[in-house]
């Protein structure tokens, strides 16, 4: 007699022989028959064998199973006996599904982030917090469900697979990827975090202060970075107030000071009120390059206030209050863009566990509250962090305009140069172009939102099919995007090339699908599920809505978008060459981002949603796909024989080319790639000490029709003597040698865009990238001995 | 002796490049050619770095170039062809080794990059030596003619300095050529590019805290 069942964990359980009847009963359904009657008998039959095999009252769960299936046979139920052992597989992959995620948690639970490249995938958080760790149960699992009951079977293939890669799968129900915040807007009357009111902020510190809330808000909303499309035009008010301020309270001093004795004049409070007329009178605010009819106002109305006061006097005060009010001015930005940067760098988003993804883009707003904005951020920057340590958020983005500031003479020229000295020293700011034949398109003079912006990693977001009055940067975003594993469409094509453009299109038709399915998702959530991104007003047309509307109308405005890796190892794959290598290989590389463009245009058509395709930024992904393919092709010479694919249409860092060779090659993939492009220099040597050659780069680019690009030069620093710049073994300022101590030189390098301390975060293959980077067109160190 | 010793020591390169024909085109023993360069000077810049070196300074960062063999030959129209095909670069350094051992050769390509590109020369000689020097070797003077910028001296261990810009040792001076010969003495540039906004020749201030 079996009494009890041994399950697989051990556990001992009362055997009944009813659920055996249930699972016969099932089974018989499942293959199409109903004599359930004989279901009984069968239960009765098995228990019996079980009795005669188990000795000491005991089976298991193996057991029990074979002697379900023999009873079944026996019985001349074949086809049932098939069912049964198909659901009892079925049951078995879902335990073992169960099981690998929990593995998957043990190795998020206790391996060291330095040991697990699962824990290092995003180089921003910090796996071995008790918040990151936690962060990314919830990502693992969030996949898990994601994969079996939203994506299709054959979409839940091709990302398993490592034929696409969905990014920030995490998050693939629930929120957009990025948002071009702008300022003006969203400061304007003030607006609500969620945790409380703020109110229109008064002076340039509040103004930063803000800036850094509407970032980190906006992060808990949205799962990609956040970017301000115009820090230099949003923060100038805030320039502007508090020069008000200070010119209104120094005048009064002054004018006490100066008056003759007798003459009464305006105290503080007094000088408030008439300030407050002269602005109502002449319909201008006091500014810091003057405004001639506020000003003549001021004048008029303080002479018939103080009749006794002497022009003379008067004319004395004003100018010594402006002038002390500019340099109060001054250095009260300085402080709030110092402020700005350490509270970017050390902020928390995301449960405390994730620094939020900062850009800011500025560099055109020639007013000089704009100017001051930025000339302060940049030397701010350029001072470094408390000990001098470079910054690594926000990413910052110098806009390059002709006529704005690119030639001597004009207006922010000087904004330039000292963007490229502050760069040479600390990887950022990075450059966009306006003047880019296909940003210049956009561009509407007097219309700041029609600069093109950029994401600090590359997104870009212009054109507008669904609303094309409205293309542009600001209160848009990228949806989502979904990239393809190009060189294992090559591999899989074996030198035909009208089979990789065939599996190209059915891959893309499938990514097309797969987006448009996630847009569905995206589009039936409501208002009241991103608080601040849509309940403030942040994205575009948001404010028409309420808080339980839905957000598909207004998330038309965002952009779907394909990306691709690996168009070098593609060619290589292909044709035995890449597009570094030969001219021919360029066209055919052209030749298959423009057919993935088109597409792209054809669907923006059809659909009239913003369909685009971006270079994507390879992080975690380069290394993904590359082991996948590895074990499938084994090593292919030039194609799987590296830790990761290149990045996008970039030439490989393994391969040496010089700088203008490299422009010239990739600037004709960013006019393709309209969701977003990079291109990167690499130059070894201390830039800081040679930034004319810096700034030949990046003129370089601009001439040549990049739309955003930076230079890669190496960054250290030693923490003993807080020198700046390129240390070999010793530094170059103390003499000290860092075998010789515990405290390791610090080492910045740029990954995805991001900048990342020390290469411990890095995951494998990005730091295998990082180690092969070749310097474009270095080779020796200079002679006499320098 | 001491005279036969240093006799030895000069570079057959040298012997060479004087005795040139002016119908063949003189030869150059070239050790590297960089491209983008931005440590030899301002900007971007093409080096090339000559193979044959008499001066054996102890701690020198290229010893691999002392020897008179080795390396490759090439010509000054062919490093001309390769100089303008790099579209960014707008200047030239000549390194070494030592480049004023193959004076003539450098000089004829010095010529046929100016004024398109600003050329500087490093040379272990100093500028009072080259000048003696050039009283037996014309292509000396020759290629003091022909640059902007020498950068003079050997390098001198007990007064390296990594803060130096463009030097290896505090001994090193960066000349403006031209001015140095109207002078008839060695004239330190005052092109900040070189010598930095503060004129100091070193890392500013601003480059750490
Ligand atoms: S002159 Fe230059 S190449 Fe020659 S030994 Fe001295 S440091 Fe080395």
């Known amino acids: 007699m079996v009494t009890e069942i041994l399950k697989r964990d051990g556990r001992l359980d009362s055997y009944d022989e009813s659920k055996i009847v249930r699972a016969v009963e099932r089974a018989m359904r499942d293959s199409g028959r109903s004599d359930f009657s004989s279901a009984a008998t069968l239960g009765v039959k098995v228990s019996d064998e079980l009795s005669a095999v188990s000795k000491d009252g005991r089976a298991s769960v193996d057991e029990v199973q074979k002697a379900v299936e023999t009873a079944l046979v026996k019985a001349g139920y074949e086809d049932v006996a098939k069912s049964f052992r198909l659901f009892r597989a079925d049951r078995t992959r879902t335990r073992e599904k169960n099981s690998a995620l929990m593995h998957t948690f043990d190795e998020i639970t206790t391996r060291d982030a330095r040991d697990s490249d699962l824990k290092r995938d995003n180089a921003n958080v910090d796996g071995d917090t008790a918040m990151g760790t936690m962060l990314q149960y919830g990502a693992t699992a969030a996949k898990e469900y994601n994969e079996k009951f939203l994506l299709r079977p054959e979409q839940a293939k091709a990302y398993r697979e490592g034929d696409i890669h969905i990014h920030d799968f995490d998050f693939y129900a629930l929120t957009m990827t990025c948002c071009q915040i702008d300022l003006i807007k ?111 106002a001021l004048r008029a109305d303080i002479l018939a206030a103080a009749p006794e006061l002497p022009e003379a006097a008067l004319d004395k005060a004003l100018a010594y209050a402006r002038k002390t009010a500019e340099k109060e001015t001054d250095e009260a930005t300085y402080q709030a863009m110092e402020a700005l940067i350490h509270n970017l760098n050390t902020m928390h988003s995301r449960a405390g566990a994730q620094t939020p993804f900062s850009s800011i883009n500025y560099g055109t707003d020639t007013s000089p509250e704009g100017r001051m904005v930025v000339r302060n951020l940049l030397l701010t920057t350029e001072k470094g962090l408390g000990h001098g340590e470079t910054p690594i958020f926000p990413i910052q983005i110098f806009r390059v305009k002709d006529g704005v500031n690119y030639n001597p003479g004009d207006p922010n020229y000087d904004l330039f140069q000292l963007s490229c000295r502050v760069s040479a020293k600390r990887l950022f700011p990075n450059f966009s172009f306006v003047d880019a034949p296909y940003n210049i398109q956009y561009y509407k003079p007097g219309h700041p939102e029609t600069e093109v912006s950029y994401m600090g990693c590359r997104t870009r977001v212009l054109a507008n099919v669904h609303d094309p009055d409205r293309a542009i940067s600001t209160g848009r975003g990228n949806l989502s995007f979904t990239s393809i594993n190009l060189p294992r469409l090559a591999i899989e094509a074996h030198g035909n090339e009208a089979k990789f453009f065939a599996g190209l299109d059915a891959m893309m038709d499938l990514v097309a699908q797969q987006l448009m399915d996630r847009f569905e998702i995206q589009a039936r959530r409501k208002v009241k599920n991103f608080p601040f991104l849509m309940g403030q007003g942040v994205w575009l047309d948001s404010d028409k809505l309420h808080w339980n509307d839905e957000v598909r109308e207004v998330i038309k405005h965002g952009t779907l978008t394909m990306g691709f890796i690996g168009l070098a190892e593609t060619l290589v794959a292909l044709y035995g060459h890449h597009h570094g290598e030969s001219d021919e290989m360029q066209q055919k590389g052209l030749a298959i981002i423009r057919r993935m463009r088109e597409y792209c245009d054809a669907l923006s058509a059809k659909t009239k949603l913003n369909w685009t395709l971006i270079a994507t930024p390879a992080e975690g992904l380069s290394g993904r796909f590359i082991r996948m393919d590895k074990k499938r092709y084994g090593i292919i010479p030039g194609v799987t024989d590296h830790e990761y694919y290149t990045n996008s249409f970039h030439i490989p860092v393994y391969y040496k080319i010089g700088a203008m060779e490299k422009i010239r090659k990739e600037a004709p993939y960013h006019a393709l790639t309209n969701a977003g492009h990079i291109t990167y220099v690499e130059l070894d040597g201390d ?69 990342v301390g020390t290469l411990d975060r890095f995951n494998d293959a990005k730091r295998a990238e990082e180690h092969d980077r070749v310097k474009h067109g270095l080779g020796g160190s200079g002679s006499a001995g320098a | 002796m001491n005279q036969s010793s240093a006799e030895q020591r000069t570079s057959p390169a040298r012997a060479a490049d004087s005795m040139e024909s002016a119908a063949r085109e003189r030869v150059i023993r070239l050790a590297g050619f960089d491209q983008d360069g931005i440590a030899d000077g301002p900007g971007l810049r093409c080096v090339v770095f000559v193979q044959g070196c008499p001066h054996h300074c102890p701690g020198c960062q290229n010893p691999q170039t002392w020897a008179w063999e080795g390396g490759a030959e090439t010509t000054p129209s062919e490093l001309r062809d390769r100089i303008f095909s790099t579209v960014l670069d707008t200047g030239v350094t000549f390194s070494g080794g030592e480049p004023f051992e193959q004076a003539d050769a450098l000089a004829d390509l010095a010529q046929m990059l100016r004024p398109r590109y600003d050329v500087a020369s490093y040379s272990g000689y100093t500028f009072e030596g080259l000048l003696k020097l050039s009283e037996k070797r014309p292509g000396v003077m020759r290629l003091l003619r022909s640059i902007d910028i020498l950068v003079d001296g050997p390098f001198v261990q007990a007064r390296a300095d990594r803060l130096l810009l463009f030097r290896g040792s505090g001994n090193q001076r960066i000349l403006d050529v031209p001015a140095s010969l109207a002078a008839g003495s060695a004239v330190w540039t005052k092109d900040p590019a070189w010598v930095g906004e503060d004129g100091s020749a070193r890392v500013a201030g601003a480059a750490f805290e």
């Open chain 1, 687 to 755: 830039m800081a000490r040679n930034v004319k050659a810096f700034e030949a780069v990046i003129r370089a680019m601009h001439d040549a029709g990049i739309g955003y690009g930076s230079v890669n030069h190496p960054v250290d620093r030693d923490p003993v003597c807080g020198y700046n710049g390129v240390i070999g073994e010793v530094c170059p300022k103390c003499g000290r040698r860092e075998s010789d101590e515990l405290i390791k030189f610090e080492r910045i390098r740029r990954i995805t865009g991001y900048l």
């Open chain 1, 186 to 296: 969203l400061f304007h009357g003030g607006f609500s975090t969620g945790h409380g009111f703020l109110r229109e902020p008064n002076d340039i510190r509040s103004y930063a202060a803000l800036a850094c809330i509407a970032i980190q808000s906006n992060q808990n909303d949205q799962h990609g970075g956040q970017s301000i499309a115009q820090f230099d035009r949003g923060l100038a008010p805030g320039v502007a107030k508090t020069f008000a301020k200070r010119y209104r309270t120094d005048l009064a001093e002054a004018l006490s000071l100066l008056a003759p004795d007798g003459a009464a004049v305006p105290d503080a409070d007094r000088m408030k009120a008439v300030f407050a007329t002269a602005e109502a009178r002449s319909g201008e605010k006091p500014l810091l390059g003057g405004s001639p009819a506020f000003d003549a």
